[in-house]
């Protein structure tokens, strides 16, 4: 993804550009506006930059028809253009959605400001249309589930959905879907005003902005939809409810975490058809494993286990009857991730503060931060710049 594309500038301005960025910024000519799908279909192959720079050798007018093009198709990016600023042609340049006007002579100073400010206008309006066109396709609905209780599935779902939220890879929800005394909101420490129930009903059931005015917030940004206080409130809700709350809720967030009840209810199911990854936790012993192995057979039957499934084995304790290699056979597949059984998490449990919040580096944490790593996107290497982010140019 690159974060500045420049089109029809002359040689000199983009090199000031270049300049001014820390390296060679992604060039196209005028012409490529001729080819298949024009400025749009330029922006979508440089992956959706902040920014472009439409230059001088782009006309006026023109530039302004592909500006508003821009502001409607593709309103995540910026449009810049090369033209020495006037009063007049600022009033229309900003009516057709134009973000800057950049002087052709413009120095290093002018150059910056103006990208940044239009960089920040971009941001701004991603942060504000989590859905813009097409940007669905990378959100995650991760479901933790598993056929045996206790084996630690509220641990994993409230640390990798603190951690998600905190990794700034995007907007992170986390759903209790245990509707009968759910612990999701016990273990984040929060007393949320409202429960799901509340999200299935009424105006929040078809508007996700009422919608969003029902989640709890938590210190680490995360959202959460907590489960029902009330037994008889819980009962009330349906699959299809549940279905269509987690509808909504993937299309405004990035990451949907989900906690489930032990086994493959209704609600669990309805969870499982929309997931992207799938996190089956189990403990290390004949119980334990052979439930993994028949949740994994069930799972291939009903035609539900997504392309990206994560198998944990917790609270595993040195030593044991079961060696891993007993286990692995038993599965069927190999575990990717191992926790240890350790009293940093009965703390944790009990404090409402989560292991990936705290400081110590216990083996569980460590553990965890390998599950979450597994959900990330790989990073993109750091630097330091205009843009505090590596950039890849076009051609
Ligand atoms: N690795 C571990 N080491 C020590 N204790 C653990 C570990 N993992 C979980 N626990 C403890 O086990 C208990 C059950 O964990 P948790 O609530 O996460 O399981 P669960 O699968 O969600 O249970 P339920 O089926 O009741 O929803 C908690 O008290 C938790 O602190
Ligand atoms: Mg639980």
């Known amino acids: 993804v690159s974060d500045v594309l420049t089109v029809g500038v002359d040689t000199d301005l983009a090199g000031r550009v270049g300049e001014v960025l820390g390296e060679d910024v992604a060039g196209l000519p005028a012409t490529a506006l001729d080819t298949d799908g ?76 103006a990208l940044q400010r239009a960089a920040a206008a971009a941001r701004a309006r991603r942060d504000a249309l989590p859905v813009a066109a097409g940007a669905t396709s990378d959100h995650r609905v991760v479901v933790v589930a598993s056929s045996k209780g206790g084996v630690g599935k509220t641990t994993v779902a409230t640390n990798l959905a603190v951690g998600l939220a905190r990794s700034g890879a995007g907007s992170t929800v986390l759903v209790d879907l245990v509707l009968q005394f759910g612990d999701v909101a016990s273990a984040l420490a929060m007393t949320p005003e409202f429960t799901l129930p509340d999200t299935v009903r009424g105006a929040a ?154 400081t110590g580096r216990d083996p569980v944490s460590r553990g965890l931060e390998a599950l979450l790593a597994r959900l990330l996107p790989v990073p993109e290497p750091r630097r330091s710049g205009l843009f505090g982010r590596r950039r890849v140019a076009v051609r």
């Open 38 to 113: 024009g400025l749009l279909g330029r922006l979508r192959e440089a992956g959706s930059p902040l920014v472009v720079v439409l230059g001088a050798e782009v006309p006026v007018d023109r530039a302004f028809r592909l500006a508003d093009e821009v502001d409607t198709a593709a309103p995540g990016t910026s449009v810049v253009i090369v033209a020495h600023p006037r009063p007049d042609l600022w009033l229309a340049a900003m009516r057709a959605g134009v973000r800057e006007l950049l002087s052709p002579t413009a120095g290093p100073e002018e150059i910056t400001a």
């Open 205 to 358: 059931s078809s508007d996700p902005l009422v919608l969003k005015t029902f989640l709890a917030r938590h210190a680490s940004g995360l959202l959460v939809v907590a489960g029902s206080e009330s037994p008889a409130a819980g009962d009330a809700v349906s699959a299809e409810q549940v279905g269509a709350l987690l509808d909504t809720l993937r299309q405004e967030f990035r990451h949907v975490v989900v906690d489930t009840s032990t086994g493959l209810s209704d609600h669990t199911l309805a969870a499982l058809e929309r997931c992207t990854d799938l996190v089956l936790v189990t403990s290390k012993d004949v119980p334990g494993v052979r439930g993994l192995r028949k949740e994994l057979d069930l799972l291939a039957e009903l035609g539900l286990v997504p392309a990206t499934r994560h198998l944990v084995l917790n609270g595993v304790d040195p030593g044991g009857s079961l060696s891993m290699a007993d286990v692995e056979t038993a599965v069927g597949a190999p575990l990717d991730v191992v926790l240890p059984r350790h009293p940093a998490v009965p703390s944790s449990t009990n404090t409402g503060v989560p292991l990936l919040l705290d």
